[in-house]
């Protein structure tokens, strides 16, 4: 009998050192762990240590100081000093870019990651990655990481990640972009939501209008018809005119829309003008190598052939954050491809009202033919 107790004894205690070796075996995998754990916020953390004083130098100019001792969860990827003494200080625009594509909202730790797009506060999303028993972040070597603080994560890396602007933001800021630019741009409005801003929360003394906590979305019919271009959740390839570019274009496509006074004149061949050179600027998806394709379909459904010898050739490729954009110093689409294809309508004879002027008319019956 007191051999049988030995023997469930025996049993008991090798079941309890299993599971707890599964447990950690468990908890070493799926876990977090922490190189280091402080009391203090991101900021305080960060700030009390010298090789991250320039960082926390940007994170005061740029105003996410205050972000980074709130209550809410954040990981940090922070550039060591020797990473960001080239950077401009005083361009206040720049070292806010730089600082919001390095904070993300939620604990990021290197526990279970292979490969990560993280979404940045800037809405940018950056690939957070392993190789092999190292860590990178936006493709820069993570030195030190996951130092857990009471507000989140931080992780030290051995440089910075630039910050890069999709294609909405290219266009306005690259010279010689302008006609473009002023075209887009000028079709942009904030349209007053009257859901998200939900019920009124008082009324004007004044005018007894009711008040509303206003939301204000952003509207753009261009975009609304070839493509969110200010998008990073949608990768676009991007054909855009340099203003010499836009200059030929226009002119040798203007007259092909001459309109009546009473059908809306100068200003109506204005905007089918315009709409004709930008209908076909936009292609999905993503394209590196435009010479590789037997074609491509705009965003508007209109086919190109062989796109690499005509509509891309001598064009200037820079890779943005949703997508590529080519350059080019001439609009080649081929008008019959695009904006000027054959019309066909089809309507009863004459017979039923209709006239004609200025065409032919072909008929055919189809009587007979079930």
Request: aromatic letters at 12%; proline letters at 3%; hydrophobic letters at 35%.
């Amino acid at each position: 009998m007191k051999k049988n107790n030995l023997n469930l004894l025996v049993i008991v205690l090798l079941f309890v050192v299993s599971i707890t070796s599964c447990v950690d075996t468990w908890d070493s995998h799926y876990s977090p762990v922490y190189s280091e754990k402080s009391n203090l916020n991101l900021y305080k953390y960060i700030s009390q240590d010298t090789t991250l004083s320039i960082f926390k130098y940007m994170l005061n100019i740029s105003g996410y100081d205050s972000v980074l001792t709130r209550t809410q969860t954040y990981t940090v990827w922070a550039p060591i000093n020797s990473a960001l003494r080239g950077v401009n200080l005083l361009d206040t625009a720049l070292v806010k870019e730089i600082v919001k594509n390095h904070i993300a909202r939620f604990s990021n730790p290197t526990s279970d990651i292979s490969l990560k797009s993280v979404f940045m506060l800037d809405n940018k999303y950056i690939y957070f990655a392993r190789t092999g028993s190292s860590f990178t972040f936006g493709g820069k070597n993570i030195v030190k990481s996951n130092i857990a603080t009471i507000n989140g994560i931080l992780h030290y890396i051995d440089n910075f990640v630039p910050y890069t602007p999709n294609i909405w933001e290219f266009i306005g800021k690259t010279s010689g972009l302008d006609s473009i630019k002023a075209y887009l741009y000028s079709q942009s409005k904030l349209q007053f939501d009257v859901v998200a801003s939900g019920a009124s929360i008082g009324t004007d003394s004044l005018t007894k209008q009711l008040i509303y906590d206003s939301v204000f979305v952003f509207k753009n019919l261009i975009l609304g018809k070839i493509g969110q271009l200010g998008a990073e959740d949608s990768t676009y390839t991007a054909i855009l005119p340099t203003n010499s570019a836009w200059i030929e274009a226009y002119n040798r496509i203007k007259p092909y829309f001459n309109t009546l006074a009473k059908d809306g004149g100068a200003q109506k061949q204005r905007v089918n003008t315009q709409w004709a050179i930008v209908q076909d600027m936009v292609f999905r998806p993503k394209i590196s190598n435009p010479a590789s394709l037997d074609s491509v379909v705009s965003t508007t459904g209109n086919v190109f052939h062989t796109p690499g010898s005509y509509i891309f050739s001598g064009a200037t490729k820079t890779e943005l954050s949703n997508g590529n954009v080519f350059v080019t110093n001439l609009m080649t689409h081929k008008p019959g491809d695009s904006w000027q294809k054959t019309i066909r309508i089809e309507a009863e004879t004459d017979f039923y009202g209709r006239d004609k002027s200025n065409c032919d008319i072909y008929n055919r019956s189809s009587a007979g033919s079930g």
